[in-house]
Protein backbone atom coordinates (compact mmCIF):
# COMPACT_ATOMS: atom_id res chain seq x y z
CA UNK A 1 0.00 0.00 0.00
CA UNK A 2 1.57 3.73 -1.22
CA UNK A 3 1.81 6.13 1.29
CA UNK A 4 2.32 8.77 -1.03
CA UNK A 5 -0.27 11.31 -1.01
CA UNK A 6 1.92 13.67 -3.43
CA UNK A 7 -1.09 13.45 -5.88
CA UNK A 8 -3.56 14.15 -2.98
CA UNK A 9 -6.28 17.14 -4.20
CA UNK A 10 -7.56 19.18 -0.66
CA UNK A 11 -9.94 21.91 -0.62
CA UNK A 12 -10.29 23.83 2.33
CA UNK A 13 -12.92 26.03 2.90
CA UNK A 14 -13.00 27.35 -0.97
CA UNK A 15 -15.98 28.86 -2.34
CA UNK A 16 -16.09 31.47 -5.21
CA UNK A 17 -19.01 34.21 -5.23
CA UNK A 18 -18.68 36.34 -8.31
CA UNK A 19 -18.88 40.33 -8.57
CA UNK A 20 -22.64 40.38 -9.65
CA UNK A 21 -23.21 38.35 -6.25
CA UNK A 22 -23.96 34.86 -7.55
CA UNK A 23 -21.98 32.16 -5.44
CA UNK A 24 -20.78 29.40 -8.14
CA UNK A 25 -19.41 27.43 -4.90
CA UNK A 26 -19.88 27.86 -1.55
CA UNK A 27 -17.66 27.05 1.07
CA UNK A 28 -16.12 23.47 0.31
CA UNK A 29 -13.99 20.75 2.35
CA UNK A 30 -12.92 18.20 -0.02
CA UNK A 31 -9.92 15.57 -0.01
CA UNK A 32 -9.18 13.47 -3.52
CA UNK A 33 -6.84 11.16 -2.18
CA UNK A 34 -3.83 10.18 -4.60
CA UNK A 35 -3.89 7.64 -6.87
CA UNK A 36 -7.70 7.74 -6.94
CA UNK A 37 -10.03 8.77 -10.02
CA UNK A 38 -12.96 10.85 -8.91
CA UNK A 39 -15.91 12.22 -10.36
CA UNK A 40 -17.36 15.61 -9.65
CA UNK A 41 -21.29 15.01 -10.58
CA UNK A 42 -23.96 17.10 -11.05
CA UNK A 43 -26.05 19.38 -13.58
CA UNK A 44 -25.60 22.62 -15.49
CA UNK A 45 -24.69 25.37 -13.01
CA UNK A 46 -23.93 23.13 -9.97
CA UNK A 47 -20.41 24.30 -9.42
CA UNK A 48 -18.56 21.34 -10.49
CA UNK A 49 -16.72 23.22 -12.91
CA UNK A 50 -16.18 26.18 -11.19
CA UNK A 51 -14.16 23.93 -9.00
CA UNK A 52 -12.27 21.91 -11.23
CA UNK A 53 -11.29 25.13 -12.75
CA UNK A 54 -9.94 26.52 -9.15
CA UNK A 55 -8.24 23.40 -8.74
CA UNK A 56 -6.53 24.32 -12.45
CA UNK A 57 -6.04 27.57 -11.34
CA UNK A 58 -8.08 28.95 -14.26
CA UNK A 59 -9.97 30.44 -11.50
CA UNK A 60 -9.39 32.29 -8.80
CA UNK A 61 -10.73 31.31 -5.49
CA UNK A 62 -12.64 33.64 -3.51
CA UNK A 63 -12.33 31.96 -0.14
CA UNK A 64 -10.19 28.93 0.93
CA UNK A 65 -7.03 27.08 0.03
CA UNK A 66 -5.85 24.66 -2.59
CA UNK A 67 -3.34 21.78 -1.80
CA UNK A 68 -1.67 19.53 -4.17
CA UNK A 69 -0.39 16.91 -1.74
CA UNK A 70 1.55 19.46 0.78
CA UNK A 71 1.90 22.00 -0.90
CA UNK A 72 -0.20 25.20 -1.17
CA UNK A 73 -1.14 26.01 -4.87
CA UNK A 74 -3.30 28.80 -3.88
CA UNK A 75 -1.99 31.81 -5.67
CA UNK A 76 -0.18 29.74 -8.41
CA UNK A 77 -0.62 30.40 -12.16
CA UNK A 78 -1.58 27.11 -14.30
CA UNK A 79 1.41 26.16 -16.15
CA UNK A 80 2.88 26.12 -12.30
CA UNK A 81 0.73 23.47 -10.84
CA UNK A 82 1.42 20.09 -11.28
CA UNK A 83 -2.02 19.38 -13.04
CA UNK A 84 -2.93 18.98 -16.85
CA UNK A 85 -6.59 19.61 -17.76
CA UNK A 86 -8.61 17.31 -20.52
CA UNK A 87 -11.35 19.07 -22.47
CA UNK A 88 -14.71 18.36 -24.14
CA UNK A 89 -13.26 20.54 -27.24
CA UNK A 90 -9.81 18.12 -27.08
CA UNK A 91 -8.08 21.12 -28.42
CA UNK A 92 -5.38 19.51 -31.10
CA UNK A 93 -3.10 21.49 -33.35
CA UNK A 94 -4.92 20.80 -36.56
CA UNK A 95 -1.48 21.30 -38.21
CA UNK A 96 0.64 18.86 -36.28
CA UNK A 97 0.59 14.74 -36.65
CA UNK A 98 0.00 12.81 -33.59
CA UNK A 99 3.38 12.34 -32.96
CA UNK A 100 3.92 16.29 -32.26
CA UNK A 101 0.80 16.46 -30.70
CA UNK A 102 1.82 14.25 -28.04
CA UNK A 103 5.62 15.70 -28.49
CA UNK A 104 4.22 19.31 -27.88
CA UNK A 105 4.71 19.89 -24.17
CA UNK A 106 7.85 18.29 -23.60
CA UNK A 107 9.60 20.32 -26.52
CA UNK A 108 8.10 23.21 -25.13
CA UNK A 109 10.02 22.61 -22.16
CA UNK A 110 13.08 22.03 -24.05
CA UNK A 111 13.47 18.14 -24.36
CA UNK A 112 14.94 17.58 -27.04
CA UNK A 113 15.05 13.26 -27.09
CA UNK A 114 11.18 12.95 -27.52
CA UNK A 115 10.66 9.73 -28.99
CA UNK A 116 10.93 6.74 -26.48
CA UNK A 117 8.02 9.21 -24.12
CA UNK A 118 5.89 9.72 -27.09
CA UNK A 119 6.24 6.24 -28.47
CA UNK A 120 5.10 5.23 -24.78
CA UNK A 121 1.98 7.17 -24.30
CA UNK A 122 1.05 6.62 -27.28
CA UNK A 123 1.05 2.99 -26.84
CA UNK A 124 -0.53 3.17 -23.57
CA UNK A 125 -3.65 4.88 -25.28
CA UNK A 126 -3.67 1.84 -28.17
CA UNK A 127 -2.57 4.60 -30.75
CA UNK A 128 0.64 3.70 -31.72
CA UNK A 129 -0.29 3.17 -35.53
CA UNK A 130 -1.63 6.22 -35.74
CA UNK A 131 1.45 8.42 -35.18
CA UNK A 132 1.73 10.38 -38.44
CA UNK A 133 -1.62 11.30 -39.29
CA UNK A 134 -3.20 14.63 -38.99
CA UNK A 135 -6.11 15.15 -35.82
CA UNK A 136 -9.02 15.66 -38.45
CA UNK A 137 -8.13 11.82 -39.59
CA UNK A 138 -8.88 10.50 -36.34
CA UNK A 139 -12.40 9.80 -35.24
CA UNK A 140 -13.83 11.46 -32.37
CA UNK A 141 -12.54 8.72 -29.49
CA UNK A 142 -9.26 8.85 -31.06
CA UNK A 143 -8.70 12.60 -30.80
CA UNK A 144 -9.71 12.26 -27.28
CA UNK A 145 -7.17 9.83 -26.55
CA UNK A 146 -4.52 11.84 -28.07
CA UNK A 147 -5.42 14.85 -26.07
CA UNK A 148 -5.44 12.78 -23.00
CA UNK A 149 -1.60 11.57 -23.88
CA UNK A 150 -0.56 14.93 -24.62
CA UNK A 151 -1.79 15.33 -21.02
CA UNK A 152 -0.10 12.78 -19.28
CA UNK A 153 3.32 12.69 -20.79
CA UNK A 154 4.40 15.75 -18.74
CA UNK A 155 3.33 13.84 -16.09
CA UNK A 156 1.05 15.97 -13.89
CA UNK A 157 0.23 15.01 -10.54
CA UNK A 158 -3.56 15.20 -11.17
CA UNK A 159 -5.15 14.88 -14.67
CA UNK A 160 -8.33 16.70 -14.85
CA UNK A 161 -11.35 16.25 -17.09
CA UNK A 162 -14.06 18.47 -17.90
CA UNK A 163 -16.46 16.48 -19.30
CA UNK A 164 -14.49 14.20 -21.59
CA UNK A 165 -16.87 12.43 -23.57
CA UNK A 166 -19.47 15.22 -23.88
CA UNK A 167 -19.12 15.62 -28.03
CA UNK A 168 -19.00 12.24 -28.54
CA UNK A 169 -22.20 9.45 -29.42
CA UNK A 170 -23.45 7.25 -27.02
CA UNK A 171 -21.48 3.76 -28.04
CA UNK A 172 -18.27 5.60 -28.51
CA UNK A 173 -18.90 7.36 -24.99
CA UNK A 174 -19.22 3.61 -23.38
CA UNK A 175 -16.16 2.40 -25.04
CA UNK A 176 -14.40 6.10 -23.94
CA UNK A 177 -15.31 5.13 -20.02
CA UNK A 178 -13.66 1.35 -19.73
CA UNK A 179 -10.34 3.08 -21.84
CA UNK A 180 -9.94 6.18 -19.68
CA UNK A 181 -10.59 3.84 -16.62
CA UNK A 182 -7.99 1.51 -17.30
CA UNK A 183 -5.12 4.08 -18.53
CA UNK A 184 -6.49 5.67 -15.02
CA UNK A 185 -5.45 2.16 -13.70
CA UNK A 186 -2.02 1.82 -15.11
CA UNK A 187 -0.31 5.38 -14.86
CA UNK A 188 -1.93 5.34 -11.55
CA UNK A 189 -2.21 9.46 -10.96
CA UNK A 190 -5.24 11.24 -9.20
CA UNK A 191 -8.14 11.90 -12.10
CA UNK A 192 -10.47 14.37 -10.95
CA UNK A 193 -13.27 14.42 -13.89
CA UNK A 194 -15.94 17.05 -14.14
CA UNK A 195 -19.52 15.51 -15.87
CA UNK A 196 -23.10 15.29 -15.57
CA UNK A 197 -23.74 11.85 -16.45
CA UNK A 198 -24.87 9.37 -14.26
CA UNK A 199 -23.78 6.57 -15.76
CA UNK A 200 -20.55 7.70 -16.77
CA UNK A 201 -19.36 9.02 -13.20
CA UNK A 202 -20.70 5.60 -11.71
CA UNK A 203 -18.69 4.05 -14.39
CA UNK A 204 -15.36 4.91 -14.19
CA UNK A 205 -14.65 6.58 -10.46
CA UNK A 206 -14.01 5.04 -7.46
CA UNK A 207 -15.73 7.92 -5.14
CA UNK A 208 -18.55 10.45 -6.68
CA UNK A 209 -19.34 13.65 -5.26
CA UNK A 210 -22.64 14.63 -6.28
CA UNK A 211 -23.01 18.84 -6.44
CA UNK A 212 -26.20 20.72 -6.55
CA UNK A 213 -26.42 24.66 -6.35
CA UNK A 214 -22.34 25.09 -5.18
CA UNK A 215 -22.58 22.37 -2.64
CA UNK A 216 -21.17 19.06 -2.25
CA UNK A 217 -24.89 16.63 -1.62
CA UNK A 218 -23.64 13.98 -1.06
CA UNK A 219 -20.13 11.72 -1.19
CA UNK A 220 -19.23 8.29 -1.38
CA UNK A 221 -18.88 4.66 -3.59
CA UNK A 222 -21.14 4.86 -7.05
CA UNK A 223 -22.94 1.88 -4.94
CA UNK A 224 -23.04 3.85 -1.70
CA UNK A 225 -24.69 6.61 -3.31
CA UNK A 226 -27.24 4.43 -5.19
CA UNK A 227 -28.33 2.03 -2.81
CA UNK A 228 -28.31 4.90 0.15
CA UNK A 229 -29.24 8.61 -1.02
CA UNK A 230 -28.99 10.39 1.86
CA UNK A 231 -31.03 13.36 0.12
CA UNK A 232 -34.13 13.38 -2.63
CA UNK A 233 -31.82 15.10 -4.85
CA UNK A 234 -29.40 12.06 -4.81
CA UNK A 235 -32.32 9.82 -4.79
CA UNK A 236 -33.79 11.28 -8.09
CA UNK A 237 -30.27 12.48 -9.47
CA UNK A 238 -28.58 8.99 -9.58
CA UNK A 239 -31.18 6.63 -12.00
CA UNK A 240 -34.60 6.98 -10.67
CA UNK A 241 -36.72 6.27 -7.61
CA UNK A 242 -40.58 5.80 -6.01
CA UNK A 243 -41.20 8.07 -3.53
CA UNK A 244 -43.82 7.55 -1.17
CA UNK A 245 -45.29 10.00 1.64
CA UNK A 246 -45.70 7.82 4.65
CA UNK A 247 -46.43 8.19 8.45
CA UNK A 248 -44.36 6.35 10.96
CA UNK A 249 -46.39 4.01 13.29
CA UNK A 250 -45.18 1.88 16.06
CA UNK A 251 -41.07 0.98 16.02
CA UNK A 252 -40.47 -3.07 16.09
CA UNK A 253 -37.04 -3.69 17.00
CA UNK A 254 -34.99 -2.93 14.22
CA UNK A 255 -37.84 -1.69 11.75
CA UNK A 256 -39.74 0.85 11.51
CA UNK A 257 -43.22 0.05 10.63
CA UNK A 258 -44.98 2.75 8.35
CA UNK A 259 -48.76 3.39 7.25
CA UNK A 260 -49.36 4.12 3.02
CA UNK A 261 -52.08 4.45 1.19
CA UNK A 262 -54.30 2.25 3.78
CA UNK A 263 -51.10 -0.31 3.90
CA UNK A 264 -47.79 -1.14 6.09
CA UNK A 265 -44.52 -0.70 4.69
CA UNK A 266 -41.39 -2.20 6.97
CA UNK A 267 -38.25 0.01 6.81
CA UNK A 268 -35.31 -0.98 8.35
CA UNK A 269 -34.02 1.85 10.92
CA UNK A 270 -30.32 1.55 9.61
CA UNK A 271 -31.53 2.50 6.07
CA UNK A 272 -33.44 5.86 7.63
CA UNK A 273 -31.77 9.12 7.23
CA UNK A 274 -35.05 11.07 8.73
CA UNK A 275 -35.82 11.71 12.06
CA UNK A 276 -38.57 9.32 12.50
CA UNK A 277 -41.38 9.76 15.62
CA UNK A 278 -44.43 8.08 15.39
CA UNK A 279 -47.11 9.74 13.64
CA UNK A 280 -44.21 11.67 12.13
CA UNK A 281 -43.93 11.66 8.08
CA UNK A 282 -40.71 10.07 5.94
CA UNK A 283 -40.55 9.63 2.24
CA UNK A 284 -39.59 5.72 1.54
CA UNK A 285 -37.76 4.99 -1.20
CA UNK A 286 -37.71 2.10 -3.58
CA UNK A 287 -36.01 1.65 -6.80
CA UNK A 288 -37.76 0.56 -9.70
CA UNK A 289 -35.13 -2.60 -10.59
CA UNK A 290 -36.03 -4.17 -6.67
CA UNK A 291 -39.42 -4.21 -6.92
CA UNK A 292 -41.50 -7.00 -8.49
CA UNK A 293 -45.03 -7.54 -10.17
CA UNK A 294 -47.75 -9.79 -9.63
CA UNK A 295 -51.11 -10.18 -10.63
CA UNK A 296 -53.66 -9.55 -8.75
CA UNK A 297 -54.99 -13.05 -9.48
CA UNK A 298 -51.76 -14.68 -8.16
CA UNK A 299 -51.32 -12.45 -4.82
CA UNK A 300 -51.47 -15.44 -3.03
CA UNK A 301 -48.57 -16.98 -3.76
CA UNK A 302 -46.35 -13.67 -2.46
CA UNK A 303 -43.92 -14.94 0.60
CA UNK A 304 -44.59 -13.09 3.59
CA UNK A 305 -42.31 -10.74 4.76
CA UNK A 306 -42.21 -8.48 1.53
CA UNK A 307 -43.44 -4.71 1.28
CA UNK A 308 -46.12 -4.87 -0.94
CA UNK A 309 -49.04 -2.12 -2.49
CA UNK A 310 -51.59 -2.67 -4.81
CA UNK A 311 -51.77 -0.87 -8.06
CA UNK A 312 -52.96 -0.88 -11.68
CA UNK A 313 -50.67 -0.96 -14.97
CA UNK A 314 -51.22 2.51 -16.12
CA UNK A 315 -48.34 1.92 -19.35
CA UNK A 316 -45.58 -0.40 -20.36
CA UNK A 317 -42.52 -0.42 -22.13
CA UNK A 318 -40.55 -3.21 -23.54
CA UNK A 319 -36.69 -1.74 -23.72
CA UNK A 320 -35.48 -5.10 -25.32
CA UNK A 321 -33.34 -6.17 -21.32
CA UNK A 322 -36.84 -5.41 -19.22
CA UNK A 323 -40.21 -3.59 -19.58
CA UNK A 324 -40.87 -0.56 -17.92
CA UNK A 325 -43.71 -0.17 -16.47
CA UNK A 326 -45.63 3.27 -15.07
CA UNK A 327 -48.46 1.67 -12.22
CA UNK A 328 -51.20 3.75 -10.55
CA UNK A 329 -51.04 3.09 -7.15
CA UNK A 330 -52.87 4.90 -3.84
CA UNK A 331 -49.82 6.03 -2.62
CA UNK A 332 -48.90 7.41 -5.70
CA UNK A 333 -49.52 8.31 -9.46
CA UNK A 334 -46.82 6.39 -11.23
CA UNK A 335 -44.62 4.29 -9.97
CA UNK A 336 -41.95 3.04 -12.08
CA UNK A 337 -41.06 -0.67 -12.16
CA UNK A 338 -38.16 -2.38 -13.85
CA UNK A 339 -38.46 -6.24 -14.66
CA UNK A 340 -36.21 -7.97 -16.56
CA UNK A 341 -37.35 -9.71 -19.43
CA UNK A 342 -36.55 -13.31 -18.54
CA UNK A 343 -40.29 -15.05 -17.67
CA UNK A 344 -42.97 -12.34 -19.07
CA UNK A 345 -46.15 -12.64 -17.87
CA UNK A 346 -48.41 -12.59 -20.67
CA UNK A 347 -51.59 -10.73 -18.49
CA UNK A 348 -49.06 -7.73 -16.96
CA UNK A 349 -50.51 -5.21 -19.76
CA UNK A 350 -52.17 -1.76 -19.30
CA UNK A 351 -55.01 -2.04 -17.24
CA UNK A 352 -54.24 -4.89 -15.36
CA UNK A 353 -54.69 -5.04 -11.66
CA UNK A 354 -50.91 -5.84 -10.14
CA UNK A 355 -49.29 -6.30 -6.29
CA UNK A 356 -45.88 -4.64 -6.11
CA UNK A 357 -43.78 -6.59 -3.52
CA UNK A 358 -39.94 -5.97 -2.98
CA UNK A 359 -37.57 -7.18 -0.01
CA UNK A 360 -37.54 -4.70 3.31
CA UNK A 361 -33.85 -4.23 3.16
CA UNK A 362 -34.46 -2.55 -0.39
CA UNK A 363 -36.12 0.08 0.97
CA UNK A 364 -34.42 3.60 1.99
CA UNK A 365 -36.03 6.77 4.18
CA UNK A 366 -35.63 10.61 3.87
CA UNK A 367 -36.77 13.40 5.35
CA UNK A 368 -40.29 14.05 4.19
CA UNK A 369 -39.78 18.01 4.21
CA UNK A 370 -37.71 17.94 1.09
CA UNK A 371 -38.87 18.70 -2.08
CA UNK A 372 -39.73 15.52 -3.23
CA UNK A 373 -39.47 16.13 -6.84
CA UNK A 374 -35.35 17.47 -6.52
CA UNK A 375 -32.90 16.38 -8.93
CA UNK A 376 -35.75 14.89 -11.23
CA UNK A 377 -34.78 15.90 -14.97
CA UNK A 378 -36.89 17.08 -17.23
CA UNK A 379 -36.87 16.97 -20.84
CA UNK A 380 -36.37 20.70 -21.31
CA UNK A 381 -33.07 19.75 -19.11
CA UNK A 382 -31.80 17.20 -20.88
CA UNK A 383 -31.75 19.15 -24.19
CA UNK A 384 -29.73 21.61 -23.14
Given amino acids: MTTDNSGDVRLSGISKTYDNGFTAVHPLDLTVPQGSFFALLGASGCGKTTTLRMIAGLEEPSTGTVHLGDQDVTLLPPYKRPVNTVFQSYALFPHLDIFENVAFGLRRRGIKSVKKQVEEMLELV ?45 KL ?15 GITFVHVTHDQEEAMTMADTVAVMNAGRVEQLGAPSDLYENPRTTFVANFLGTSNLIEAEVGTGNGDDLVLKAGGGKLILPRARCSAPATAGGKVLVGIRPEKIALTHADDAGT ?52 VVLHWSPAHTFGLDATQDIDAGVETVEEEAA
Avoid at 318 to 343: H, K, M, R, W
Wanted: proline fraction near 5%; glycine fraction near 8%; aromatic fraction near 2%.
Fill in 126 to 170: QLGEQARKKPHQLSGGQQQRVAVARALINHPKVLLLDEPLGALDL
Fill in 173 to 187: RRQMQLELKRIQTEV
Fill in 302 to 353: IPEGRNRLTGRIADASFIGVSTQYVIDSPVCDELAVYVQNVERDGRLVPGAE
